[in-house]
């Protein structure tokens, strides 16, 4: 008669899997965009900074975002 070994529960382990870095949170992807976008949109108006507003939407696009 074969005996069966029987591994340990602790011994067995999932594959390694790759670390992920955390997932960047809007509110702090683009800083320098959302900065100038900002401080155009209070001092000018936002009808008047359409040029910022969308490199920031381009910046955030490029991270992954959707805008």
Avoid: W, Y
């Avoid at 008669?1 to 899997?17: G, N, W």
């Amino acid at each position: 008669m074969a005996t069966l070994a029987v591994s340990e529960p602790s011994a067995f382990q999932a594959p390694a899997q790759p670390e992920q870095k955390p997932a960047l949170k809007p509110c702090c992807a683009c800083p320098e965009t959302k900065q100038a976008r900002d401080a155009c949109i209070i001092e000018k108006g936002e009808e008047n900074c359409g040029h910022l507003i969308e490199a920031h939407k381009a910046c955030m696009r490029a991270l992954g975002f959707k805008i």
